[in-house]
């Protein structure tokens, strides 16, 4: 068992140096394009222009438009402010990709705008973009954001700041996944913290003539030891009557997170906890 374990260590360490042979065969600063030998196709290299204003240190998945378009966004790197960015990935027609920087967070300094986005995006019928910023804001709590294309670029709008009392963040605080959208336009998603007991909520976001609307569905850690849950970092999903499902990193019969429930109900939302993890063994 020791002798087959040494020759698989041996035969990774050989990929390895096989790949960087690969990487420096191709020259400083290029990328290898992909083929039946080589698969994996590097899109693009974050930070390749000065002071990473093209974004560095993506966190999250990317999402693609009918033109075949990626969009994503970084948590530092865009401006002086090192906030992160929101980018697209064009293909160029020659077998690469143009990548471009649609927002750059904090361009004034205080990053009211929001800072350090996690999540991934979503994208409407019409491009217009959404998604969150788990940093900055108002007391550094978290945006909810929307990037609405135009003839000559990109318009950014907060949608909602979180933690806007003067005290407390009942509302929710540091938003770290992605949002889900139902048909009626109606966005939710989590946050990691906040809400009436400190352990985050599921929020909802409508829109309207006046703007948009945001309430609490539900705030995590009503039942004793937190048995429903709590501190969801992970985004949403929607079935076609409503339903959210989501997960919660703490919490539960055990301590160790759950998988829940949410059904509307009238003006209200049920909760209802699906699994509690750790129910097994080890």
Known sequence: MRIGHALRKLWRGLLLVCAAAMLTAAGPGAIPAASPDNPEQVLYSFCQQTGCSDGATPHAGLITDSAGN??????FGGNASDAGTVFQLTPNGSGGWTQTVLYAFCPAGQCADGANSSAGLIMDSAGNLYGTASKAGNKGKGVVFQLTPTGSGWSYQVLYRFCPELTGCSHGADPEASLVMDGAGNLYGTTYAGGSNGYGVVFELSPGSAGWTYQVLYAFCQQDACA???NPQSGLIIDGTGNL????????SYGYGVVFELMPSGIA???TVLHSFCAQTG
């Open 70 to 75: 990626l969009y994503g966004t970084t948590y």
């Open 228 to 230: 429903d849950g709590q």
């Open 245 to 252: 499902y989501g997960t919660t990193t703490a919490g539960g």
């Open 269 to 271: 939302w049920s909760q």
